[in-house]
């Protein structure tokens, strides 16, 4: 450990964001990097603990806690403090693909057990990170990286979000003949069009995936396996097949169905990047909120998303909903570092609809019970319901409360209450069986269906996840394929 007293020599500094009434101007990333000096006395934070949580990667009560990727967090935390970033970036993509990635739009399973934050603030793993990768590229330390040697096998993955990616760039690099099937224009899948471009600017991914290709891996884009590409012709053509079509089947809400003026939060969001990126948001060319009352559903990651979007698309009110109870503010007593932390959180769409409206948007127990329509024959209102945990039949609900009913003002709702699973028609394609969830059902433990020459990683196999999940699941597929085509493996 380079500074041992440093965790009580420097308070945790974060990188600075911009004020929230600035940053809606625009759709780029708004938190520049801490200079060098300050950096390196975040890295001197790190105390290099003895049993280092932070990358562990372990269930504890029922959530994750410590980097599923097993990131070296102590090791290049202090090559942090100590200036050496080229070592830094060697232990650092040892164990990550994209830690440009991660290092922006990860909720920091590490820091959440960092030994630091038992009794103060956490290391600042996430921009340690983040800053490690960034330097590597501004240096040019980032090549191309060829193999030696190709093994004369071939890959099929279908589908490039960071499980595809990561499953490609891996089994690319062994030797194997990777191809990449994605059925959208770009290569990313949801990095590209679930994330908005102020959390993950495009040119990001961009970046990625051209040296990917300048490495070898062929990415087929406009290309839907399944219904342009048959799953006969993939088998046919290569030794193995990859399935990462993630989660993407949204769960609706019965009483928004058919209205018009409702929307699923995927296609909201997708609609607006693809603006962004093809004209500079053209009217007319996407999902519009400007001058609208945004009711959104779902209080998760993507329903934040959504409100940020809808602020600077220039909406009227937004409104985002949630069916569960608010979590506490602070750590109940029940649930313990290094247990990953259920507490309340206000991320930046929040943060931007308090300071442009003067109230968190979130109302929580409540949904929507009715969609109501005017002459026209679009939205013009929605009735929200209050809802109650109750035990039914054994089994824990949120029950409507009688006469709990409210009228809100709506001209766009957007449904974020998470997905149920893969697309049917993919997995259909290659025979491969289903869980209860309705994802692809893999031999437990690996990622091999059952079908033959045919695997599956990350949201498709696991449901809907964290983009780290994706990048270790593509990872640890590609070191099963490996071992599948050649008898061995040398993947990590």
Not at 188 to 210: D, S, W
Request: proline content about 6%.
């Amino acid at each position: 450990m380079g500074k041992p007293t440093g965790f009580l020599e420097y308070d945790r500094r974060g990188n600075p964001g911009q004020p929230p009434l600035e940053r809606i101007k625009h759709w780029n990333e708004f938190h520049p990097m801490l200079p060098e000096v300050e950096r390196r006395e975040q890295g001197a934070r790190c105390m290099e603990c003895g049993v280092p949580f932070c990358q562990s990667g372990v269930e504890l009560a029922g959530m994750f806690t410590g980097c599923p990727l097993h990131n070296l967090v102590p090791e290049w935390n202090d090559l942090v403090y100590t200036g050496n970033l080229n070592h830094a970036l060697s232990r650092l993509t040892k164990t990550n693909c994209f830690p440009e990635f991660t290092g922006r739009v990860c909720p920091a399973l590490c820091e959440a057990a960092c030994t630091c934050g038992l009794h103060g603030d956490p290391v600042t793993v996430k921009e340690n990170e983040l800053a490690i990768i960034e330097a590597g590229f501004a240096s040019g330390a980032i090549v191309p990286q060829l193999p030696a040697v190709r093994t004369g096998k071939r890959v099929a993955v279908v589908g490039s979000g960071p499980a595809g990616l990561a499953a490609a760039q891996q089994l690319n690099r062994r030797g194997h003949t990777v191809t990449v099937f994605e059925r959208e224009d770009r290569v990313g899948g949801l990095l590209v069009y679930g994330i908005p471009n102020m959390k993950l600017q495009k040119e990001i991914i961009a970046r990625r995936t051209e040296l990917m290709a300048a490495e070898g891996v062929e990415l087929r884009t406009s290309c839907d396996v399944g219904r342009d590409v048959s799953a006969r012709q993939l088998l046919d053509e290569y030794d193995a097949v990859i399935l990462c079509c993630g989660a993407k089947k949204p769960r609706s809400l019965p009483a928004a169905e058919g209205v018009n003026g409702a929307y699923y939060a995927v296609d909201f969001l997708t609609s607006t990047t693809k603006s962004l990126l093809n004209s500079g948001l053209a009217k007319g060319t996407y999902i519009d909120a400007e001058g609208k009352d945004v009711v959104i559903v779902g209080g998760g990651d993507t329903g934040n998303d959504c409100v940020g979007t809808a602020i600077r698309h220039g909406c009227k009110s937004v409104i985002q909903l949630e069916m569960m109870p608010k979590a506490p503010d602070s750590r109940a007593a029940d649930n313990p570092w290094p247990q990953w932390p259920y507490v309340c959180k206000t991320d930046y769409g929040q943060e931007e609809a308090i300071a442009v409206f003067g109230a968190d948007p979130r109302r929580y127990q409540t949904t929507v019970k009715e969609c109501r329509a005017g002459e026209s024959g679009a939205l013009c209102s929605v009735v929200t319901v209050k809802l109650e945990p109750r035990v039914e039949d054994g089994r824990h609900i949120m029950a409507q409360v009688p006469g709990s009913e409210q009228e809100l003002p709506c001209q766009l709702l957007l449904i974020a209450a998470g997905f149920l699973g893969p697309e049917d028609y993919a997995a259909d394609a290659f025979g491969v069986d289903r869980d209860g969830r309705s994802n692809v059902a893999t031999v437990p433990g690996r990622y091999s269906t059952g079908a033959e020459k045919v695997f599956a990683a990350g949201d498709m196999r696991r449901g809907q996840s964290l983009v780290v999940w994706g990048i270790a699941e593509g990872r640890a597929a590609a070191k099963e394929v490996d071992e599948y085509l050649m008898g061995y493996t040398n993947l990590t």
